[in-house]
Each structure stands twice: as structure tokens, then as C-alpha cells.
């Protein structure tokens, strides 16, 4: 398995910018399609955005098309998630997570349990 770390969380104002990062190591970490997820409280792990292998494509759900940004530095084993425009909505713990065969050039699938390897998450959190 690979292990991922992240970090970058913290407490913004609505409308700021947060840019997390995610850093894996221990296997192949282009093996992997990348994804970060989010949870609230009392809510269920949301998918975020996901990332292919060699970081070419990437998928969104509508609600943070535009305001958040996927990608990735393989010559570094990290995983970038930018956050721009933050709402009070966004708030909750960040998870970076990967998953394994996944063919190049394609997004990950969004279900949570797809992914084999999962961060200690970053608290996000996004004051009106």
C-alpha cells in the first residue's frame, strides 16, 4: 500500500484560497490515480476531484467545478488539491486517497470504496 500524508488545511475566510497537498510514498506513485474526498460532520465522505495517473484528466463533481483545481507532480509523489472561492460548505476534514488499477489516462472512479490507501486528513474549515 501506499502511505499519503496531507497537509495544507486550516481556517479560512469565505472566499479565500486554501492549497493542500498530499505526499505518498512507499510503491509506484504512478501506479496510482489520486482523488481527494471531504467529510463533514454527521455527513457522509464526499469525492472532490480526481486525478489519472500521469495527471492529464481529471473529474470534478458540479459542485466545486471551477472553484477547485486536481494535480499532481509524479517527480515529487505528490497530489495537489487548490481551492479557490472557499464557501462556508466546503468545510471538513480533507482526505487524499489512491487507487490501483486504474487504466493511464483515466480519471478514478468516485466511489470511496475503490480506494485502497487513505491519508489522516486536514481540517478545512471556511468561517462566513
Known amino acids: 500500500q501506499v502511505q499519503l500524508v496531507e497537509s495544507g488545511g486550516g481556517l479560512v475566510q469565505a472566499g479565500g484560497s486554501l492549497r493542500l497537498s498530499c505526499a505518498a510514498s512507499?510503491?509506484?506513485?504512478?501506479?496510482?490515480?489520486m482523488a481527494w474526498f471531504r467529510q463533514a460532520p454527521g455527513k457522509e465522505r464526499e469525492f472532490v476531484a480526481g486525478?489519472?495517473?500521469?495527471?492529464?484528466?481529471?473529474a470534478y463533481p458540479d459542485s466545486v467545478k471551477g472553484r477547485i483545481t486536481i494535480s499532481r507532480d509524479n517527480a515529487k509523489n505528490t497530489v495537489y488539491l487548490q481551492m479557490n472561492s472557499l464557501k462556508p460548505e466546503d468545510t471538513g476534514v480533507y482526505y487524499c486517497?489512491?487507487?490501483?488499477?486504474?487504466?493511464?489516462?483515466?480519471?478514478?472512479?468516485?466511489?470511496?470504496?475503490?480506494?485502497?490507501?487513505w491519508g489522516q486528513g486536514t481540517q478545512v474549515t471556511v468561517s462566513t
Open positions: 486517497a489512491a487507487q490501483r488499477e486504474v487504466a493511464p489516462g483515466r480519471p478514478p472512479s468516485s466511489a470511496a470504496a475503490s480506494f485502497t490507501s
Open positions: 486525478i489519472s495517473r500521469g495527471g492529464a484528466s481529471s
Open positions: 512507499g510503491r509506484t506513485f504512478t501506479n496510482y490515480a
